[in-house]
């Protein structure tokens, strides 16, 4: 800190030197650049869509999923809000989408955009909620948000059809033009696009300013406030963002699937969302993204010897990644994969 | 409406012996135990076996549920938890989340998802009737059970040299470890004994709460209320909040039966709102 403000000859109250803004701009930019590997991770993502043509399903899921798991990323990776209740926004966008294409708006992005904007507002409204207290509170009333929804969702059947789910979704072209079929080509390459849009949004969101204030607001809210970040304000903003993401994957789910059930507002998904991120490690947007895709060979290879008991397998990895300590495991892997594409 | 205040009252007991081990390990260790109720799922389940494979009667069974869940508390704690302390809130609540899976995977392969029955002892069934108030024999008894730990544990809490210094933990952890006082040793005695606790309530509970395999995350965010709400400090705190809960829970569900979840969740936020930081005032 008195190191800054020695470096800075710039008195109060005016803009800093132009050398010092130079350096700001610099490492902004410097953060924004495109990282050889992050090319290669999209470009074998890309490929994914032509070389593998018979796992479209699955691969739709784990776009999805690994949206769900960017937007749960935005607030626990880089405001470190931990939520046990993000399912909220999830279901919310999907029964969103879904009723819009019921009640005759088969268009898919309509829908999809409607589900962005209706968890927008929902997570503005309960970020205020969100904010007050300590992890533990914020968790306890995240997860109340959500029980809440689910218990409405499954009372409100004449709306949602209760615990039978939401049937008869049929979605009409993807802007007028690219039918859904059969084999989740379509659906797949529209729930990758809309990821990497906003995948796109993320990474220029966190890479600016507002990112980097909110990486302060986590890493230390009380001297946040102090050199004048808005701590609360940030936390709201960034609560916001990531119900939008949240409903977007959820409303992806609900059209590309075509069904809705109770189920999306479950505990378990909050849960499931919340291993996703961790697996994949928080806090550099590409952990949710990582993260679905080993969660989902995980659970494929698990299900294979017991369908039924793959939480447990999954319970006690949970508990050895803490016991391990969480950095040190999604770190040993990082620091590996770094040293391997420096060789390359 | 009497009867329906008794029921209610019966069910707060079962949420208070439930989890006021929760409490303390909240309050002493600031710990985010979310596992909680898989302890409580694991008496219910010693009672079962107990009975249906060694003919242990009912109420014989309950004294072992309780020291079984006390083992299977301090075997844990010792191993696992401890570990944790130090950690931040975000690995606590992974770490009993994974718990949680495992208790429930682990209970689904060993006794099937169904929801068990226990076969109460004839003398526990049926109701009577006093004053025009419709008693359900077993709720009365798990009342007067539940009294009676109530003051136990109030009279240890405030008696005895232990409850001295557990209190002196739970107010300032570093001053009483300056002082002397062994903190881990009693926290793990505590842990024990709160474990051991949630899996009497568990047997206790098995025949009104039902018990199956998702027991734990059926009553988590029963249990957190009650914490949250009631406090750490004191046993009145929480004793206070069970009751309202369970009063609360049972009158909804019984006069808006479409509304009845509604009405303790809706309760909950509305408490955090006004007051933030709970009655849990030490939370960081």
């Given at each position: 800190?008195?190191?800054?403000?020695?470096?800075?000859?710039?008195?109060?109250?005016?803009?800093?030197?132009?050398?010092?803004?130079?350096?700001?701009?610099?490492?902004?930019?410097?953060?924004?650049?495109?990282?050889?590997?992050?090319?290669?991770?999209?470009?074998?993502?890309?490929?994914?869509?032509?070389?593998?043509?018979?796992?479209?399903?699955?691969?739709?899921?784990?776009?999805?999923?690994?949206?769900?798991?960017?937007?749960?990323?935005?607030?626990?990776?880089?405001?470190?809000?931990?939520?046990?209740?993000?399912?909220?926004?999830?279901?919310?966008?999907a029964y969103c989408a879904g009723l819009f294409a019921t009640h005759g708006i088969t268009e898919p992005l309509v829908g999809l955009v409607a589900a962005g904007v209706l968890n927008a507002l929902l997570g503005w409204a309960t970020s205020y909620l969100v904010l007050r207290g300590s992890d533990l509170t914020r968790l306890m009333v995240t997860m109340g948000i959500a029980l809440i929804l689910g218990e409405l969702a499954n009372q409100?059947?004449?709306?949602?059809?209760?615990?039978?789910?939401?049937?008869?979704?049929?979605?009409?072209?993807?802007?007028?033009?690219?039918?859904?079929?059969?084999?989740?080509?379509?659906?797949?390459?529209?729930?990758?696009?809309?990821?990497?849009?906003?995948?796109?949004?993320?990474?220029?969101?966190?890479?600016?300013?507002?990112?980097?204030?909110?990486?302060?607001?986590?890493?230390?809210?009380?001297?946040?406030?102090?050199?004048?970040?808005?701590?609360?304000?940030?936390?709201?903003?960034?609560?916001?963002?990531?119900?939008?993401?949240?409903?977007?994957?959820?409303?992806?789910?609900?059209?590309?699937?075509?069904?809705?059930?109770?189920?999306?507002?479950?505990?378990h998904r909050s849960a499931d969302v919340m291993l996703i991120l961790i697996i994949g490690g928080t806090g550099y947007l590409y952990g949710g993204l990582v993260g679905a895709v080993l969660f989902k060979l995980l659970q494929d290879l698990l299900a294979g010897f017991t369908p039924q008991y793959w939480h447990f397998w999954i319970g006690i990895f949970l508990i050895a990644l803490v016991l391990v300590g969480r950095e040190r495991m999604v770190g040993g892997v990082a620091a590996a994969v770094r040293r391997l594409a420096r060789r390359t | 409406m009497l009867t329906l205040l008794f029921d209610g009252i019966a069910y707060g007991m079962l949420l208070f012996i439930l989890s006021c081990g929760l409490s303390v390990t909240l309050g002493l260790m600031n710990f985010v135990n979310l596992a909680h109720g898989a302890f409580a799922m694991a008496g219910g389940y010693a009672t079962i076996v107990l009975m249906s494979r060694f003919d242990v009667p009912f109420v014989a069974t309950l004294p072992l549920a309780f020291l079984f869940t006390a083992a299977l508390g301090l075997v844990l704690e010792r191993t696992l938890y401890r570990q944790l302390y130090g950690k931040s809130h975000l690995d606590q609540v992974l770490f009993s989340i994974g718990l949680v899976f495992v208790a429930v995977a682990s209970v689904d392969y060993l006794m099937g998802s169904q929801q068990q029955i226990i076969k109460l002892p004839a003398a526990l069934q049926g109701r009577v009737e006093i004053l025009g108030v419709n008693i359900g024999i077993y709720r009365s008894f798990i009342i007067a059970i539940c009294a009676v730990?109530?003051?136990?544990?109030?009279?240890?809490?405030?008696?005895?040299?232990?409850?001295s210094r557990l209190r002196a933990a739970v107010d300032d952890r570093r001053v009483a470890q300056g002082l002397g006082i062994n903190v881990n040793v009693i926290f793990a005695a505590t842990f024990a004994v709160g474990s051991g606790l949630a899996g009497l309530g568990g047997a206790l509970g098995a025949e009104i709460l039902g018990l199956d395999p998702v027991f734990p995350l059926k009553f988590m965010i029963y249990f957190l209320i009650v914490v949250t709400v009631g406090g750490t400090t004191t046993l009145t705190g929480p004793f206070i909040a069970s009751l309202v809960l369970g009063v609360a829970d049972v009158a909804g569900k019984y006069y808006v039966p479409a509304a009845g979840a509604f009405v303790i969740y809706t309760l909950m936020i509305v408490f955090l709102l006004v007051r933030p930081q709970g009655l849990f005032a030490r939370a960081r």
């Open positions: 800190m008195t190191i800054g403000l020695a470096a800075d000859p710039a008195p109060a109250g005016h803009h800093p030197a132009p050398a010092t803004a130079a350096r700001v701009v610099d490492a902004l930019k410097r953060r924004r650049r495109w990282r050889p590997l992050e090319t290669v991770f999209w470009a074998a993502t890309l490929a994914s869509v032509l070389l593998l043509p018979s796992k479209h399903l699955i691969l739709n899921e784990i776009a999805i999923l690994a949206l769900f798991a960017l937007s749960l990323d935005l607030i626990l990776g880089f405001a470190g809000v931990i939520s046990l209740g993000h399912a909220a926004f999830f279901g919310v966008g409100m059947a004449w709306l949602t059809g209760g615990a039978d789910g939401l049937q008869g979704i049929s979605m009409g072209p993807i802007a007028g033009w690219f039918e859904f079929d059969l084999f989740g080509t379509t659906a797949y390459a529209y729930s990758l696009s809309v990821l990497f849009v906003l995948f796109l949004a993320a990474r220029r969101i966190t890479n600016s300013p507002f990112g980097l204030s909110l990486l302060s607001v986590r890493d230390n809210p009380l001297r946040a406030a102090a050199v004048g970040v808005p701590v609360n304000g940030r936390l709201v903003q960034v609560y916001t963002l990531a119900a939008a993401y949240a409903g977007v994957a959820g409303a992806l789910l609900a059209q590309t699937t075509q069904f809705v059930s109770v189920d999306v507002l479950e505990f | 730990l109530v003051v136990v544990l109030q009279l240890i809490l405030s008696k005895t040299r232990f409850g």
